[in-house]
């Protein structure tokens, strides 16, 4: 049961990561690519109808956190308090700018909330992926599960980090680019003109960036955590998940060269699930480390709920979910294509 | 200032602020399927203007609602740890339910409905308005469940490590508080929809432009607002009201200030309780109604406070007390205007009625108020418990989180939504005054700001 609720709680992680994260790419995109204002709102036309729902899933995958592993929860939720709340804070900035944007014409204040929406994307991206670095780094638990971290110490990964050092900044580095070339494409499918053009060109420079980026911060794990790849080395089988990191991002070089914009978002869709499950696989069963020494490290078994709790969250969650996947897939058909704006020809 | 304080303000002041906007997507989600029923029905294009102009105000508090919604579910583990850690097998469950089934729907059909009308047939749009509507109410449900186990736990066993466990799925979800609750609440958003319609409908009358969506939205308005404000008293509010009584008398006792225990208790309309003596200064009283109200008799004997240990006396008193005084008393407000508004309406005397118009124009701010002191009722009387009878507020705040960052984020979040609460108003003050698009054989100049 450990076992299925960790890897629903991982598939929450990256549906909303795969689908918020061309929300966030498009937003960086919005400060670098449009000449024009009919292309800054063909821009946000493009993720208009779907950046809410696509939040969501951040909601229900917390959601799903919260009930299937609450010492986990309640552990990283108040031990990273700070960055927490100032990616909260973000996402209110965010949202509230494309609202604006959408609603009124603004005159001289277009300026400023286009350049707030495209820093709150991209600082939102950085703290994501150094986020994640934070979990897979580790963090100096105490001996009853909890924690807390400053925003930073002296930049480096040991016993009493903070949540910004040398390989947390890595992650978010990986998060921003890989997010910005996943927003590049979804535009180069959506756009149209030489707006989808800039974006098809841009994706080259992004793409030689992130495969750096994904080399150093898969040695920087190594050498920050090697219990990492304990997994692999058990289940030799699973060296499937870093190959199809690479092949993935082989494949987006290719079909973006192709022309394929819809098959080279994919394989950025591709992309984000291999990055993440693999660093989900390294931790596995491990859901939080800690830097203070292995018999701290809040487990899979520790920090999961009642069974009865989860055998009756299994029934719900399937259909539910089922649900879910059958209202996104039908907005998206809805949605297909080029974006219309109103008053556009067309 | 303690740190269990500040994570109780931290919470109070952002899930107040968050609920301005719920409350009327869910009120207003009713009446955009009523107007869009009525164009189905009528094919009148009319309705359908009216239908996408609620639309966008309804899209503008959802957005706002969603922004601002986020950070009450993360706040379950940044200020509330301990409280997470023991309950989340039980409360986490809800909460996650609310994010599967509900906001799912809603951003899905919400997005259809405010982009998709071209792509859409027209059957396919009403659709998608109801279940924009259905999803709020289902997101409204998963809420109540969860405030509603912490307000009268059921359905729970404990395990070894001091966590709760779900005993029985459908009990936690039928709670009886819960359905009181979630029936009181949710009439209660209808009823600021209901008045936030009827104050544009009064706003465009009294301009004196865009009269036929003026009295569109006045006939929606007040209807729903009659039959809410009544059902708001009687018998959602009776109902929940005597349950209180029965599984809370602390909080009754509170809220009424009653601070002795009487046969024939009175109840208080106006007065402040006055904790060092224990008496109400400057009271008004109607006499035996407080019994009357709560079992039916006048000479019924209802638990004062000093029947209850000191320690588990509500500990804002005071604020419960005028919490729910505020309520009560804006509730009767609402049912007399609407009463009185429907009463013209029937004798076609409304729309030129202008101190009714005046009315209903100033008291759309009024059910945000009632609301939110229910809602401040609700949770104040339920203190110094955090689950009711096991598990005290001080024990379940997050105690590796300083006082000092908690003010810290409790600054952030007043200077942020300060300027949220601005932008708003901005925003839907513009939609206001240009209004749904002008019906072709009216022959009016929108105002070109």
């Given at each position: 049961?450990?076992?299925?609720?960790?890897?629903?709680?991982a598939?929450?992680i990256?549906?909303?990561?795969?689908?918020?994260?061309?929300?966030?790419?498009?937003?960086?995109?919005?400060?670098?690519?449009?000449?024009?204002?009919?292309?800054?709102?063909?821009?946000?036309?493009?993720?208009?109808?779907?950046?809410?729902?696509?939040?969501?899933?951040?909601?229900?995958?917390?959601?799903?956190?919260?009930?299937?592993?609450?010492?986990l929860?309640?552990?990283a939720?108040?031990?990273f308090?700070?960055?927490?709340?100032?990616?909260?804070?973000?996402?209110?900035?965010?949202?509230?700018?494309?609202?604006?944007?959408?609603?009124?014409?603004?005159?001289?204040?277009?300026?400023?909330?286009?350049?707030?929406?495209?820093?709150?994307?991209?600082?939102?991206?950085?703290?994501f992926g150094a986020a994640l670095a934070n979990v897979l780094r580790g963090v100096p638990l105490?001996?009853?599960?909890?924690?807390?971290l400053?925003?930073?110490?002296?930049?480096?990964p040991g016993?009493?980090p903070?949540i910004l050092d040398w390989y947390t900044v890595i992650g978010g580095l990986v998060a921003?680019?890989?997010?910005?070339?996943?927003?590049?494409?979804?535009?180069?499918?959506?756009?149209?003109?030489?707006?989808?053009?800039?974006?098809?060109?841009?994706?080259?420079?992004?793409?030689?960036?992130?495969?750096?980026?994904t080399?150093a911060s898969l040695a920087a794990t190594i050498v920050v955590r090697p219990a990492s790849l304990g997994n692999y080395?058990?289940?030799?089988?699973?060296?499937?998940v870093p190959?199809?990191?690479?092949?993935?991002?082989?494949?987006?070089?290719?079909?973006?060269?192709?022309?394929?914009?819809?098959?080279?978002?994919?394989?950025?869709?591709?992309?984000?699930?291999?990055m993440l499950a693999g660093a989900c696989w390294g931790l596995y069963p491990t859901l939080l480390p800690a830097t203070?020494?292995a018999?701290?490290d809040i487990?899979?078994?520790?920090?999961?709920?009642?069974?009865?709790?989860?055998?009756?969250?299994?029934?719900?969650?399937?259909?539910?979910?089922?649900?879910?996947?059958?209202?996104?897939?039908?907005?998206?058909?809805?949605?297909?294509?080029?974006?219309?704006?109103?008053?556009?020809?067309? | 200032?303690?740190?269990?304080?500040?994570?109780?303000?931290?919470?109070?002041?952002?899930?107040?602020?968050?609920?301005?906007?719920?409350?009327?997507?869910?009120?207003?989600?009713?009446?955009?399927?009523?107007?869009?029923?009525?164009?189905?029905?009528?094919?009148?294009?009319?309705?359908?203007?009216?239908?996408?102009?609620?639309?966008?105000?309804?899209?503008?508090?959802?957005?706002?609602?969603?922004?601002?919604?986020?950070?009450?579910?993360?706040?379950?583990?940044?200020?509330?740890?301990?409280?997470?850690?023991?309950?989340?097998?039980?409360?986490?469950?809800?909460?996650?339910?609310?994010?599967?089934?509900?906001?799912?729907?809603?951003?899905?059909?919400?997005?259809?409905?405010?982009?998709?009308?071209?792509?859409?047939?027209?059957?396919?749009?009403?659709?998608?308005?109801?279940?924009?509507?259905?999803?709020?109410?289902?997101?409204?449900?998963?809420?109540?469940?969860?405030?509603?186990?912490?307000?009268?736990?059921?359905?729970?066993?404990?395990?070894?490590?001091?966590?709760?466990?779900?005993?029985?799925?459908?009990?936690?979800?039928?709670?009886?508080?819960?359905?009181?609750?979630?029936?009181?609440?949710?009439?209660?958003?209808?009823?600021?929809?209901?008045?936030?319609?009827?104050?544009?409908?009064?706003?465009?009358?009294?301009?004196?432009?865009?009269?036929?969506?003026?009295?569109?939205?006045?006939?929606?308005?007040?209807?729903?607002?009659?039959?809410?404000?009544?059902?708001?008293?009687?018998?959602?509010?009776?109902?929940?009201?005597?349950?209180?009584?029965?599984?809370?008398?602390?909080?009754?006792?509170?809220?009424?200030?009653?601070?002795?225990?009487?046969?024939?208790?009175?109840?208080?309309?106006?007065?402040?309780?006055?904790?060092?003596?224990?008496?109400?200064?400057?009271?008004?009283?109607?006499?035996?109604?407080?019994?009357?109200?709560?079992?039916?008799?006048?000479?019924?004997?209802?638990?004062?406070?000093?029947?209850?240990?000191?320690?588990?006396?509500?500990?804002?008193?005071?604020?419960?007390?005028?919490?729910?005084?505020?309520?009560?008393?804006?509730?009767?407000?609402?049912?007399?205007?609407?009463?009185?508004?429907?009463?013209?309406?029937?004798?076609?005397?409304?729309?030129?009625?202008?101190?009714?118009?005046?009315?209903?124009?100033?008291?759309?701010?009024?059910?945000?108020?009632?609301?939110?002191?229910?809602?401040?009722?609700?949770?104040?009387?339920?203190?110094?418990?955090?689950?009711?009878?096991?598990?005290?507020?001080?024990?379940?705040?997050?105690?590796?989180?300083?006082?000092?960052?908690?003010?810290?984020?409790?600054?952030?979040?007043?200077?942020?939504?300060?300027?949220?609460?601005?932008?708003?108003?901005?925003?839907?003050?513009?939609?206001?005054?240009?209004?749904?698009?002008?019906?072709?054989?009216?022959?009016?100049?929108?105002?070109?700001?």
């Amino acid at each position: 049961m450990g076992f299925i609720w960790f890897w629903l709680v991982a598939v929450m992680i990256v549906g909303y990561v795969v689908l918020d994260g061309f929300d966030l790419g498009v937003g960086v995109l919005h400060l670098l690519l449009p000449r024009s204002e009919q292309e800054r709102r063909s821009i946000l036309a493009s993720i208009g109808p779907v950046w809410d729902g696509n939040e969501v899933w951040l909601l229900a995958g917390g959601g799903t956190l919260y009930f299937a592993f609450p010492l986990l929860y309640a552990s990283a939720f108040s031990g990273f308090y700070l960055p927490l709340m100032i990616v909260l804070w973000l996402l209110v900035l965010r949202g509230v700018c494309l609202e604006l944007r959408n609603h009124i014409e603004l005159g001289m204040w277009k300026g400023l909330l286009d350049s707030l929406f495209g820093l709150s994307s991209a600082l939102l991206t950085i703290f994501f992926g150094a986020a994640l670095a934070n979990v897979l780094r580790g963090v100096p638990l105490q001996a009853d599960g909890y924690f807390f971290l400053p925003l930073w110490t002296n930049w480096k990964p040991g016993i009493h980090p903070g949540i910004l050092d040398w390989y947390t900044v890595i992650g978010g580095l990986v998060a921003l680019v890989a997010l910005t070339l996943h927003g590049a494409l979804w535009l180069t499918i959506k756009a149209s003109g030489a707006l989808a053009e800039r974006a098809r060109r841009l994706v080259s420079p992004l793409w030689a960036a992130l495969v750096a980026l994904t080399l150093a911060s898969l040695a920087a794990t190594i050498v920050v955590r090697p219990a990492s790849l304990g997994n692999y080395f058990q289940y030799p089988l699973t060296f499937i998940v870093p190959v199809g990191v690479v092949a993935s991002l082989a494949a987006i070089w290719l079909l973006n060269r192709g022309a394929q914009p819809l098959k080279a978002f994919l394989c950025s869709c591709l992309y984000l699930f291999f990055m993440l499950a693999g660093a989900c696989w390294g931790l596995y069963p491990t859901l939080l480390p800690a830097t203070t020494g292995a018999d701290r490290d809040i487990t899979l078994l520790r920090a999961i709920s009642g069974p009865h709790t989860l055998a009756v969250g299994l029934v719900w969650w399937a259909f539910g979910m089922a649900l879910a996947v059958a209202y996104v897939v039908f907005v998206y058909s809805k949605f297909r294509g080029k974006v219309d704006l109103p008053g556009s020809a067309h | 200032m303690t740190a269990e304080l500040i994570h109780r303000l931290h919470f109070a002041f952002t899930i107040t602020f968050h609920y301005l906007f719920p409350q009327l997507t869910m009120g207003l989600g009713l009446l955009i399927v009523v107007l869009k029923s009525v164009a189905l029905r009528t094919g009148n294009e009319q309705w359908d203007r009216a239908a996408r102009f609620w639309g966008r105000i309804f899209g503008i508090n959802f957005v706002f609602g969603v922004v601002t919604g986020i950070p009450m579910e993360f706040e379950f583990g940044t200020n509330w740890a301990r409280f997470s850690q023991v309950s989340g097998g039980v409360i986490g469950q809800p909460l996650a339910m609310e994010g599967v089934f509900s906001f799912f729907l809603e951003s899905a059909f919400l997005g259809l409905f405010l982009y998709g009308e071209k792509r859409l047939s027209r059957l396919m749009h009403w659709f998608s308005a109801v279940m924009v509507f259905v999803g709020s109410w289902i997101s409204g449900f998963f809420i109540i469940v969860t405030d509603a186990w912490m307000q009268h736990p059921v359905a729970y066993d404990r395990l070894p490590n001091g966590q709760f466990e779900v005993l029985s799925f459908w009990q936690l979800l039928l709670n009886p508080w819960g359905l009181l609750q979630y029936a009181h609440n949710m009439t209660g958003a209808v009823v600021t929809g209901a008045f936030v319609m009827s104050a544009v409908g009064a706003f465009y009358l009294l301009e004196g432009r865009l009269k036929d969506y003026g009295r569109i939205f006045l006939n929606v308005g007040v209807t729903a607002g009659v039959i809410s404000s009544i059902l708001i008293i009687f018998p959602t509010g009776d109902l929940h009201g005597k349950y209180v009584a029965r599984y809370q008398p602390a909080a009754i006792a509170g809220m009424e200030g009653l601070f002795k225990t009487e046969e024939g208790a009175g109840m208080v309309l106006i007065g402040q309780p006055n904790e060092e003596t224990g008496l109400i200064d400057n009271p008004i009283v109607v006499n035996d109604a407080l019994s009357f109200l709560i079992y039916g008799t006048t000479r019924a004997e209802v638990k004062g406070l000093d029947q209850i240990p000191r320690d588990q006396w509500p500990t804002a008193l005071p604020l419960l007390y005028y919490a729910y005084h505020i309520m009560a008393g804006l509730g009767t407000w609402f049912a007399l205007l609407m009463i009185a508004s429907a009463f013209l309406l029937w004798r076609k005397q409304l729309y030129t009625a202008r101190w009714a118009l005046w009315a209903l124009l100033l008291s759309f701010p009024l059910p945000y108020i009632a609301n939110t002191a229910g809602w401040m009722t609700a949770e104040l009387g339920r203190q110094p418990w955090l689950i009711y009878g096991l598990m005290r507020t001080s024990e379940g705040y997050s105690n590796t989180v300083s006082a000092s960052n908690g003010l810290f984020t409790l600054l952030g979040f007043m200077g942020l939504y300060a300027l949220l609460g601005i932008l708003f108003t901005v925003l839907i003050y513009r939609e206001i005054s240009s209004g749904p698009e002008p019906v072709a054989a009216e022959t009016q100049v929108v105002h070109a700001d």
